[in-house]
């Protein structure tokens, strides 16, 4: 089965900018999570989807950040404006109801803020 | 969500078992410990779960202590393939559940 696909893998942009990564998760998997990772830490929840549905976004920064998972498969996670504290790497993850809810994750996007 | 607490860092010689420990001395009775792996660039991947019993997979072997406030991973026979950031993680087994990953251990496999 095909993994979680992020895009894009690398992005570098100036302070103020907007940017927004993309993810599709495996093919049947209901939930969705982003993740942000800094440089030499775990990675940090910022927000889960059920569905379509946002369950947990209490770690998402809502004056900043937004996130949408239109009909329940893709989503995206958008930044704007992006500060230079943004700088990490943004991963996407997914889980199937069934099963032992272990996360699959994807590659991940790299984002510099300048 | 319970806490964990692992080493930073731990070598391990190629061809020889690494084992990785993790102590979790506040786990509850419905929670969980899984382990997952990042290679360096990489997404983390999920290894292995256990709640009370020893587990085992293609992977690698999940020793757990009778009073479950650690456990153990062990890498049978380590590749320098297996060098990566390990993530201990306690959680109860349910999708509204937080994962809370801490800074892990980060095994280098020597040649």
């Known amino acids: 089965e095909a993994g979680v696909v992020q895009s894009p893998r690398y992005k570098i942009i100036e302070k103020k900018q907007p940017v927004a990564f993309w993810c599709n998760p495996i093919?049947?998997?209901?939930?969705l999570y982003w993740y942000r990772q800094n440089l030499g830490q775990g990675p940090e929840l910022l927000i889960r989807y059920e569905n379509e549905e946002a369950v947990d976004d209490s770690q998402l920064p809502k004056d900043r950040f937004s996130a949408e998972r239109l009909k329940g498969v893709d989503s995206t996670l958008k930044i704007q404006p992006a500060e230079l504290g943004d700088s990490a790497v943004y991963l996407c993850a997914s889980s199937s109801l069934q099963g032992y809810y272990e996360q699959y994750f994807g590659p991940g996007t790299r984002l510099t803020v300048t | 969500d319970a806490k964990t607490t692992q080493p930073p860092s731990m070598d391990c010689a190629e061809g020889r078992a690494a084992n990785l420990p993790c102590n979790h001395s506040?786990?509850?009775?419905?929670?969980?410990v899984y382990w997952y792996r990042q290679i360096h660039s990489q997404g983390p991947q999920y290894i292995i779960h256990g709640l009370k019993n020893n587990e085992t997979n293609e992977m690698a072997s999940l020793i757990i202590t009778e009073d479950r406030k650690s456990s153990t991973l062990i890498l049978p026979h380590a590749t320098l393939r297996d060098t990566a950031v390990y993530y201990c993680i306690v959680r109860v087994q349910a999708s509204y559940d937080k994962v809370i990953f801490g800074p892990g251990t980060s095994l280098s496999v020597i040649p």
């Open positions: 506040t786990i509850s009775g419905n929670e969980y």
């Open positions: 093919s049947g998997h209901n939930t």
